[in-house]
């Protein structure tokens, strides 16, 4: 018996020192509504950030693919100076310098060194390429992608805020009813202790309550570190510094009539048409590479045997078509490559539709059982409060023992906790039906 008492003693003491302790490392506070939430996530979250800068490459590839329309201009200043008797003789000719003594055999053996200054100026202009007209159809595609993929994840976010939000004011309701609970046991404790006083009850039962109570302020320290756990990860999604408690809207209405779960436009879904249609035309743009190219090319030069001379000049233009006959079957392995990683991709939306429709009949459900849950334990807290009632009553005269108020003091909190879970679930449910069946606008 010694034994037993000295257990309960120290939990009694654990529970006082880790609530002193909970007391000294309390967070600030700061209210927020879920639309705050949201609009801060949505402006803030890295998440999105890296979403957007996504976009932003697949965009800033697509206007590099504009270069096929566009000419290929280079200029260039070269300096050389040689013995090379080909070369040296080249220089002369481009420096338009040739005379009758030039061509005397020794001088065209062993030239003397001989330079050349060149100033040039190049442009290539593409007419006719089939393959890169398709490739820049496939970086459009790859565009509006990333655009889909932001609008998925925005939608996600604002989902992951919500959770975030309901859960966190599952751990206020939570901490509410075990406060209840133990404004109810430490009323028991004083009336017990006197109870013991007027030698009505043993030593045992004082004991018992006492070890409900510090098993109630347990609870309630868990529930504020649940609180300040979700506060800091709602902070992380809204790109806020952590250590701030939020207290949040104690009611939220959920609108059932509201909710429509048929999946019409979803921006994941669209994604993925999109990158089906993207490898559509990379696998025609290498089919088109097997085409000729037809290319446009011309050049202005200056020559000149001194730096900074710009005696002679001349010009070459012309057109150029190339046809690569054969590349070692690689182009046909890259469009059966290219082939099966598109029908991978629709095999892919084809599944995740089929797990979407799953996951709404699934929600759907849950919606309705929450429903069920809700109205149930609503009459079960009314007939639990009763009861507990009754025996407080009682309790007061000594018609019932100590165990019997604290089994109705817990029934009463369990059908409470219960009735908070069947209302979070039945909102996070709705928000996640929101989510799987969101459109784009």
Known sequence: MTKRLLIQLSVIAITSIAAFLQQLKAQPSKQLSLEEAKNAALTNNKSLQLASLDEAIAVANYQQ??????????FSYTGISTNNPLNAFGFKLQQKQIGLSDFNPDLLNHPSATSDFTTKLSIQQSLINMDAVFMRKAAAKQKEIY????????????????????QLQLAYKALKVSEEALATIQSVLTN???????GLVQKSDVLNVQVQNAS?????????????????????LMGQP?????????????????????????????????????????????????????????SYQ?????????????????????????????????????TLERDKIALQLSQLQEQSNVEINKTKRAINEASVA??????????????????????????????????????RSQ???????????????????????????
């Open 65 to 74: 693919s504009a270069a096929i329309y566009l000419p290929q201009i280079n």
């Open 147 to 166: 655009q889909f993929k932001s609008k998925r994840t925005i939608d996600y976010t604002s989902f992951e805020v919500e959770k975030t939000y309901l």
């Open 192 to 198: 017990t202790k006197n109870h013991f006083n007027q």
């Open 216 to 236: 109630i302020e347990n609870n309630i320290t868990q529930a504020k570190d649940n609180i300040g756990n979700l506060s800091d990860y709602l902070s992380a």
């Open 242 to 298: 952590l250590g701030t408690n939020y207290t949040i809207e104690e009611n939220l209405a959920t609108q059932l009539s509201l909710i429509d779960t048929v999946i019409k436009k979803r921006a994941d879904f669209i994604a993925m048409k999109k990158a089906v249609e993207a490898n559509n035309l990379l696998i025609k743009s290498s089919k088109m590479s097997y085409l000729p190219k037809l290319n446009a090319f011309g």
């Open 302 to 338: 200056l020559n000149d045997a001194s730096m900074l001379g710009f005696g002679a000049n001349g010009y070459m233009a012309g057109l150029q078509v190339s046809w690569d006959i054969f590349k070692g079957f690689s182009t046909k392995h890259t469009i059966a490559s290219q």
């Open 374 to 411: 809700i109205a149930k334990h609503q009459l079960a807290i009314t007939q639990a409060t009763e009861a507990l009632r009754i025996l407080e009553n009682r309790y007061q005269q000594g018609l019932v023992s100590t165990t019997d108020i604290m089994m109705a003091t817990t029934q």
């Open 415 to 441: 059908q409470q906790f219960e009735l908070a879970q069947s209302i979070f679930q039945q909102q996070i449910s709705v928000a996640y039906l929101h989510f799987l069946t969101s459109s784009v606008n």
